[in-house]
């Protein structure tokens, strides 16, 4: 795994519509140095350029900004960078706009009084190939998704290979690639996606992303059979 240092850091490039906004993310980064900014834009459509331009490791973006809003500018930035991160730094704390920016192919959904240590955290991580999102993020959508009793109930028991395919969603992959990664078919990783959305009572890719991500340690520990 790389290793990034002052001489080798992550490149960022930022958006925010609010001079104020970006200059605290600059003062929450500044204190590692192995983060540098390389430029900031203040609407979308300067995002996009400014990616095309600097080529960067990740982008971090707002969600509101003007001519172009940030999961609009994620969309157009993974579907021509995918191997790109980018996160989105928001005070929007509800499951529309979640569902929107994974759709879009976020690699994690801040918000935004997040603290300098997660920030950087969650920097590294998406580097590693991890999904990140703030704790009260996932607080907010597991009460409005998961049912109460269910923090009750009997563990789901998954398959392996169901397990693999879960794993592999909360990464963010999609079918043709989970496909492509265990050798399978794309039918029959649909079939698998289909069947865990069944077990656990749910109606749409958006919603199994969702769910793979807040439970994913929770499912890489129960029981699972062949």
Same mark, same amino acid.
């Given at each position: 795994?790389?290793?990034?240092?002052?001489?080798?850091?992550?490149?960022?490039?930022?958006?925010?519509?609010?001079?104020?906004?970006?200059?605290?993310?600059?003062?929450?980064?500044?204190?590692?140095?192995?983060?540098?900014?390389?430029?900031?834009?203040?609407?979308?459509?300067?995002?996009?350029?400014?990616?095309?331009?600097?080529?960067?490791?990740?982008?971090?973006?707002?969600? +509101? +900004?003007?001519?172009?809003?940030?999961?609009?500018?994620?969309?157009?930035?993974?579907?021509?960078?995918?191997?790109?991160?980018?996160?989105?730094?928001?005070?929007?704390?509800?499951?529309?706009?979640?569902?929107?920016?994974?759709?879009?192919?976020?690699?994690?959904?801040?918000?935004?009084?997040?603290?300098?240590?997660?920030?950087?955290?969650?920097?590294?991580?998406?580097?590693?190939?991890?999904?990140?999102?703030?704790?009260?993020?996932?607080?907010?959508?597991?009460? &409005?998704?998961?049912?109460?009793?269910?923090?009750?109930?009997?563990?789901?028991?998954?398959?392996?290979?169901?397990?693999?395919?879960?794993?592999? =969603?909360?990464?963010?992959?999609?079918?043709?690639?989970?496909?492509?990664?265990?050798?399978?078919?794309?039918?029959? =990783?649909?079939?698998?996606?289909?069947?865990?959305?069944?077990?656990?009572?749910? &109606?749409?890719?958006?919603?199994?992303?969702?769910?793979?991500?807040?439970?994913?340690?929770?499912?890489?520990?129960?029981?699972?059979?062949?």
């Amino acid at each position: 795994m790389e290793e990034f240092s002052e001489t080798n850091p992550i490149r960022i490039v930022m958006a925010d519509d609010h001079e104020v906004v970006r200059a605290g993310i600059r003062r929450l980064l500044s204190v590692d140095k192995s983060i540098k900014i390389l430029d900031e834009a203040s609407n979308g459509k300067d995002l996009v350029d400014l990616v095309k331009y600097h080529n960067p490791d990740v982008v971090l973006t707002d969600i +509101m +900004m003007p001519i172009q809003n940030g999961i609009e500018a994620t969309l157009e930035i993974k579907e021509k960078y995918n191997f790109m991160c980018v996160i989105m730094l928001t005070a929007y704390e509800d499951s529309f706009h979640l569902d929107k920016a994974l759709s879009a192919g976020a690699d994690g959904y801040l918000s935004k009084d997040v603290g300098a240590k997660e920030l950087i955290e969650s920097i590294h991580n998406v580097m590693k190939g991890d999904r990140v999102f703030s704790k009260s993020i996932i607080k907010l959508t597991q009460k &409005k998704y998961i049912p109460e009793d269910s923090y009750e109930s009997t563990p789901i028991i998954i398959t392996k290979r169901e397990q693999e395919i879960l794993n592999l =969603v909360s990464n963010g992959k999609t079918s043709a690639e989970i496909a492509d990664k265990l050798f399978l078919s794309v039918r029959t =990783v649909e079939s698998h996606r289909y069947n865990l959305m069944q077990k656990l009572g749910i &109606k749409n890719a958006a919603g199994l992303a969702r769910y793979s991500i807040i439970n994913k340690d929770n499912f890489q520990t129960n029981k699972h059979i062949d």
